[in-house]
């Protein structure tokens, strides 16, 4: 499974997947899922992103060195809001690999 939450890489995950699931045996599954960030992500590094690192390593967030432009979207990230990103994220990808009728 090749994954990532920046929908701009899907391109190239959706390349990857064709060129290893032609050169895998065939009992081997390549998969690039796209998961589920919500209805309004934010923009890059904004409040979603940064809500998640907070969830997982607020060590690495220092909003005080945030560029000026997303200063006032970030006034809403919380470790809280991060978890409940990764959840929803996380349970989508499950979801949409997930053989159907499995539990």
């Given amino acids: 499974m090749l994954l ?3 929908g701009g890489n899907q391109p190239a995950l959706d390349a990857a997947v064709a060129e290893l699931g032609a050169s895998l045996p065939r009992a081997v ?11 309004s992500p934010g923009t890059y590094s904004g409040a979603w992103l940064t809500s998640v690192m907070l969830a997982l390593r607020p060590d690495l967030v220092d ?3 945030a560029s000026p432009d997303l200063a006032r979207e970030l006034e809403t990230a919380t470790a809280t809001r991060g978890q409940a990103h990764i959840e929803r994220f996380t349970a989508s990808v499950v979801a949409s690999v997930r053989p159907a009728g499995s539990p």
């Fill in 4 to 6: 990532s939450a920046h």
């Fill in 29 to 39: 599954t390549v998969c690039a899922p796209r998961g589920d960030v919500g209805p």
């Fill in 63 to 65: 909003l005080a060195h």
